[in-house]
């Protein structure tokens, strides 16, 4: 199971950080990712930490706002978003894979997801 939390209402130039608890299994088994899906668009992947700590991202619009870290011992994963735009609204998913490595950006590499968390970026 994974549950996201921390997702909220931002002014722009703002920072968040999103948060991704899994429970059933040890984070360093598995790549998580973080989703998004901003209103009328596609679910797209950002960004994703492999099991072994390291992380890639996937969406340019990201490189340089957004990071991917976890806590082994909290069971969770963060998203720290930085530099937040309008564009960056949408409501954010983490995601679990199958493997020990990151699947690519498509959701269907993700088999386990959690519910989503709602961020808005807006004066």
């Known amino acids: 199971q994974l549950v996201e939390s921390g997702g909220g209402l931002v002014q722009p130039g703002g920072s968040l950080t999103l948060s991704c608890t899994a429970s059933?299994?040890?984070?360093?088994?598995?790549?998580i990712g973080w989703f998004r899906q901003g209103p009328g668009k596609e679910r797209e992947g950002i960004i994703c930490?492999?099991?072994?700590?390291?992380?890639?991202i996937y969406a340019d619009s990201v490189k340089g706002r957004f990071t991917i870290s976890r806590d082994i011992a909290k069971s969770t994963v963060y998203l720290q978003m930085n530099s937040l735009k309008p564009e960056d609204t949408a409501v954010y998913y983490c995601?679990?894979?199958?493997?020990?490595?990151?699947?690519?950006?498509?959701?269907?590499?993700?088999?386990?997801w959690g519910q989503g968390t709602p961020d808005t970026v807006s004066s």
């Open positions: 930490i492999r099991s072994t700590g390291s992380s890639i």
């Open positions: 059933g299994y040890r984070l360093d088994d598995h790549g």
């Open positions: 995601a679990r894979t199958m493997y020990t490595y990151c699947p690519g950006a498509g959701k269907d590499g993700y088999p386990f």
